[in-house]
């Protein structure tokens, strides 16, 4: 006699265990990769963003008439603003963020364009410095989970 043999419910309960254990390692790897990748992506974001803030400045130094830098009362700002023509560069504190910051008129902080923003507990820092009178230093630090990172240019006044 031919007898059809299957499977025990033993075998079926060891195989399914190890298909469950499979299916979570790999659940697993994947969601450390997705981490890993959002970490970097944020960390390259704020990188852009500093990078395209200083280009940005760096333009408007050039092209500037005047030139000065201040140190506002107003608790909102955070340390100097470069002051370029009648526009302004600045750390901006706001609700839950620090914001490095352009505003076209610098008497108004309605108007302003946000080049930089982080959350609270991610400092932003911006430091001016005057080289020979021709040229300046502006460096713009932050620090992301825990690490403190900085971007700094040199730009050269426009002589007429």
Request: net charge neutral; aromatic share 8%; hydrophobic share 40%.
């Amino acid at each position: 006699m031919n007898q059809i043999r299957g499977y025990t419910l033993i075998e079926l309960l060891v195989g399914f265990l190890i298909g469950t254990v499979m299916i979570l390692m790999i659940g697993s790897i994947l969601k450390i990769g997705n981490l890993s990748y959002r970490g970097l992506s944020d960390k390259t974001q704020t990188v852009n963003d500093v990078a395209y803030g200083l280009k940005f400045m760096r333009h408007e130094i050039r092209e500037a008439a005047s030139l000065s830098s201040d140190a506002p009362e107003d608790p909102v700002w955070k340390g100097s603003r470069l002051l370029v023509d009648n526009t302004a560069f600045g750390i901006l504190r706001t609700t839950g963020k620090e914001e490095f910051v352009y505003l076209p008129d610098k008497t108004d902080v309605n108007t302003r364009r946000v080049l930089v923003s982080m959350p609270e507990g991610n400092g932003l820092a911006f430091q001016i410095y005057d080289q020979d009178g021709q040229s300046v230093r502006v460096e713009l630090s932050w620090t992301q989970e825990g690490k403190t990172s900085n971007m700094q240019t040199i730009v050269a006044r426009r002589v007429e």
